[in-house]
């Protein structure tokens, strides 16, 4: 039977990592399943192995198998190899920053259709307010497959709900064209009134 896909989007700072982590670890503690957490790496030269990521919320520490963000089909090798070592199937896929993630509808897909659950945290806009990568189009996902939506909530300093990531660049708005990689940028979640945006075209 294919699995079912979780959702989980929001802006920066809205916990979509920490909700990811409580959800697997439900599934394990609760439901005995074999989750499996991923994380995309822009380190595309090694193959996967295990790094320990941090849950700034108190949650722990969560293993997980970094891959490669522009080929994640490598992790389907690692997946085989954990069946093998476990003796049964991985019931769920979770994978974080699912922005940067090549690829991310097709290899959802093709985990749902192995017959995988999986859960998909990641940013819905970039600081300019764009779609980011393929997040968005994992809706489709949801409902062909079934499984759910969850818009995780970010609050603004003046209190309202923030849909923005403000990226700043020495406490400044970072202008629209500014690079992709700039040392000492920052995030904070902004409201629409809030958000400041410099150049943008339209
Ligand atoms: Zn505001």
Known sequence: MP???????????SNKTAELLRRAEMRRQYAKQYVMVLKPSDDTKGGPGMVESRNPNGHGSCKALEFPSLNPWEVLDAIADKEQEIGKRVECIAIDEGQFVTDLF???????????DVLVAGLDLDFRAIPFGEMLTLNWLVNAYGGNITECIAYCTCGQRALYSQRLIDGQPAPYDSPIKVPGDAYEPRCAEHFVLPGKPH
Do not use: A, Q
């Open 106 to 116: 097709l290899f959802s897909r093709h985990l749902l259709d192995s017959n995988h």
């Open 3 to 13: 699995g079912k896909l979780e959702l989980l989007l929001g802006p920066m700072r």
